[in-house]
C-alpha cells in the first residue's frame, strides 16, 4: 500500500495550513454571555420588580406569569403580560412601567450575587485568551450595578437594550456583541438561562448553551435550540471541553 508522503518535519502536504487554519479558528471563537439569570443569581429580584411595578399600575398577575417572560425585552414582555390581563397601555403608560420597574428593582440589587462558578469561569476565559462579552436585555440603568457585583470593569464589551433596535428574542444583542469582539457569531457561543436567549442565538446562527441557574428546565432549554444544558456558570466550567475549549495546558 502507498504510505502518505511527508516533508522533513514529519508533516503530510497541507497538514501545516490545515493546523494554522485550526488555530486561526479557535482563536476567534468568543462566548456571548446573558447577565441575569447567567451570571447573576438576578431573576427573582426582577420578577418581583415587576410585579411591584404592575400592581401599582393597578394591574394584579401571578408571579409565575412574570417569570415564564423574563429574557425578553421590556417592552416585549410589558405587552405579553398585559395581553394576559386583556389590559391595554399606552405608550406614556409602558415607559412609566419600566421605570417603576426600574425603581424597585434598585431596591433589591443588594439581594443579588453572583452565581456559583461566574466570577471563575470569566477569569478563567480570559487566561486562555478566549474573548467574552456580555449582552443583555436590560437598559443600563438595571445592568450597571449588576455588573459591579461580578466586579465588571469598562474593557468588558458590555450591550444593554440601549445600544440596539430590538432586544431578545431578536438577535441584535448577540450580533452586536460579536462585532464588538470582532468575531464570527458562527464562531460564537451564546450562553442564557431562559428560552429567549437562545431563541435569539438560534437567529444569530450561534451555539447556543443553556443554564438551568435562571428556572428553566433542561427540556424547554434544549426545545429552544441548546446544544448542551449545563446546572450554573460553575458546572459550565467543569464542561468547557464539551463545547471545544481545550484546557489551558492542552
Do not use: C
Not at 394576559?84 to 439581594?111: D, F, N, P, S
Not at 429552544?224 to 468547557?240: E, F, I, K, N, S
Amino acid at each position: 500500500m502507498r504510505q502518505p508522503i511527508s516533508d522533513s518535519s514529519g508533516q503530510h502536504p497541507g497538514m501545516e495550513s490545515q493546523t494554522n487554519e485550526a488555530t486561526t479558528l479557535r482563536g476567534k471563537m468568543a462566548f456571548l454571555f446573558d447577565l441575569d439569570g447567567t451570571l447573576v443569581d438576578s431573576v427573582y429580584q426582577h420578577v418581583l420588580a415587576w410585579r411591584e411595578a404592575l400592581e401599582e399600575a393597578g394591574i394584579e398577575l401571578s408571579v409565575w406569569r412574570i417569570h415564564r417572560r423574563i429574557g425578553m425585552s421590556g417592552g416585549l414582555l410589558l405587552n405579553a403580560l398585559l395581553r394576559e390581563t386583556g389590559r391595554q397601555v399606552t405608550v406614556e403608560e409602558a415607559a412609566r412601567l419600566q421605570q417603576l420597574h426600574a425603581k424597585a428593582y434598585a431596591q433589591k440589587i443588594k439581594q443579588v450575587r453572583p452565581l456559583p462558578g461566574a466570577r471563575e469561569l470569566l477569569s478563567y476565559l480570559s487566561q486562555i485568551g478566549v474573548p467574552w462579552a456580555i449582552a443583555t436585555s436590560g437598559r443600563w440603568e438595571s445592568a450597571g450595578p449588576t455588573l459591579e457585583i461580578l466586579g465588571i470593569g469598562p474593557e468588558v464589551p458590555v450591550i444593554t437594550r440601549d445600544l440596539v433596535q430590538h432586544a431578545k428574542p431578536d438577535p441584535d444583542l448577540f450580533l452586536a456583541a460579536a462585532e464588538r469582539l470582532g468575531v464570527s457569531l458562527s464562531a460564537s457561543i451564546v450562553v442564557g438561562d431562559s428560552v429567549w436567549d437562545l431563541l435569539a442565538a438560534r437567529r444569530a446562527r450561534a451555539l447556543g448553551v443553556g443554564l438551568l441557574s435562571g428556572g428553566y428546565g433542561q427540556e424547554e432549554l434544549e426545545r429552544a435550540g441548546a446544544y448542551r444544558v449545563y446546572q450554573d456558570p460553575a458546572d459550565l466550567l467543569r464542561h468547557l471541553d464539551e463545547v471545544g475549549i481545550r484546557p489551558s495546558w492542552f
